[in-house]
Structure formats: structure tokens, C-alpha cells
């Protein structure tokens, strides 16, 4: 028995915080039921739901200026990458320049003359030289879609810029 009642008691306990929470919500139904004719309770009520309305239209609107902030914010780092990205391919390019038939034939030249230090090159330069254009091409693709990206992250920039009222972010 000593058992249950103290679980009992435990349940029933309430933190200040509870209670005066649930105290306050008493009072409030009180009143309530006291003035329900009343004009004035009638007009607090209304301001209570409107208000309760334009709290949460502006959280809404909170949330949807920090994600536009978040994203335009992150404009610069998405243009790096895609510049990163078009840098890389004008490396490779660069890598499969005309000359590279040059150097071919030089390292086979080499290995027909009986230097073996050349074997690994020409093998690595073959697969380069024979699959040029296919690379090329490939190239030819991901800078044109990189490029495209960054005229997207431009004109974003431009549009959120203008939104938040802040200067445009250089992205070049």
C-alpha cells in the first residue's frame, strides 16, 4: 500500500512551472465561463486568434527569409566549385593538346632505339593520344554544363540579391 501511494504521490506532484501553468489556464476558463456575454471578452478573443495568426504567418516568413538568405549565402562557394570544375577541364584539355602526338612519337621512337624507360610512356601516352577526341568531347560537354551553372548561380544571384536588398555577390 505504502508503494501506491507514494507513486500515487509522485504523479500528483507538479513543478512550479506546471502549476502555475495549470493554475493560470483554470482562471482563464473561469473567466471565460463568467463573461461569456461579454463584449470585451468577445473583442479579447478575437485579438487573441488574430494574434495567435500573425505569429505564425511570421514564423513562416522567418523560416522562408533564412532559407533565401542560406542559399544566396551560399551562391559563392557553389560558383567556386563550378569555376574549380572548369579549371580542371582546361587542364586536362591543355594535357591533350596537338604536341601530344609529338611526344608520342618521341617515346616510341626511344623504345624502338631499345630504351625500355620508355615502355610505361608510351603506353600511357597511347591511351591518351588514341582517346583524345572521345576526351575531348566529353570535355567539350562538362564545360558547357558547368558553364550553365554558373549562368544559373548569376541570374540566382542577381534575384536574391535583389530580394534580400543586398549588393550581388562577384562570382568572377
Known sequence: MDGESHSSAVELAF??????????????????????????????????????EFQRRAKEQEAKLNAIFSDWSGI??????????????????ASLSPELQLQFEQALEGLISGDTR????CDMLASR??????????????QNE?????????????????????PKHKLS
Open 129 to 142: 593520344f588514341y582517346s583524345r577526341d572521345l576526351r575531348l568531347r566529353l570535355l567539350d560537354g562538362f
Open 118 to 121: 620508355y615502355v610505361a610512356v
Open 76 to 93: 559563392p562557394a557553389r560558383a567556386a566549385a563550378y569555376r574549380n570544375r572548369l579549371d580542371a577541364i582546361a587542364a586536362h584539355r
Open 15 to 52: 513543478t512550479g512551472d506546471q502549476l502555475k501553468e495549470v493554475y493560470q489556464e483554470s482562471e482563464k476558463k473561469a473567466r471565460e465561463q463568467l463573461l461569456s456575454s461579454s463584449a470585451e471578452l468577445s473583442t479579447l478573443t478575437d485579438l487573441e486568434r488574430k494574434a495567435a
Open 146 to 166: 558547368a558553364e550553365q551553372e554558373l549562368q544559373k548561380l548569376e541570374r540566382r544571384n542577381a534575384d536574391l540579391s535583389k530580394t534580400l536588398g543586398r
